[in-house]
């Protein structure tokens, strides 16, 4: 049984620094696609940044240079760094599984971001 938990969410002034993790259970996590999404209220869930089991991580454009996304396979566990943070980043943030050998995904129950003064 796969699982996503993710951890690192709360209250944070603009300006500052969050550091999300979800540890991942039930699965290869050496060759999973880990990524990070957010829905922030009224809006649709978008990707924010990705991190292939191969290949270069990418980010959508209103993170880059601020979000850091980095993985442990010996932890089976993915990391979202946020830096410079602003109160548009505030959204439930989402760890997501894809498999590709597969095609399926896994999501955790995510965790809230909240960058207010």
């Known amino acids: 049984q796969v699982q996503l938990v993710e951890s690192g969410g709360g209250l944070v002034q603009p300006g500052g620094s969050l550091r999300l993790s979800c540890a991942a259970s039930?699965?290869?996590?050496?060759?999973?696609?880990m990524n990070w999404y957010r829905q922030a209220p009224g809006k649709q869930r978008e990707l924010v940044a990705a991190s292939p089991s191969s290949g270069l991580t990418n980010y959508v454009d209103s993170v880059k240079g601020r979000f850091t996304i980095s993985r442990d396979n010996a932890k089976n566990t993915v990391y979202l760094q946020m830096n410079s943070l602003k109160p548009e980043d505030t959204a439930v943030y989402y760890c997501n599984a894809y498999i590709p050998q597969t095609a399926v995904n896994f999501w955790g129950k995510g965790t809230l971001v909240t960058v207010s003064s």
């Open positions: 039930g699965l290869i996590f050496s060759l999973t696609n």
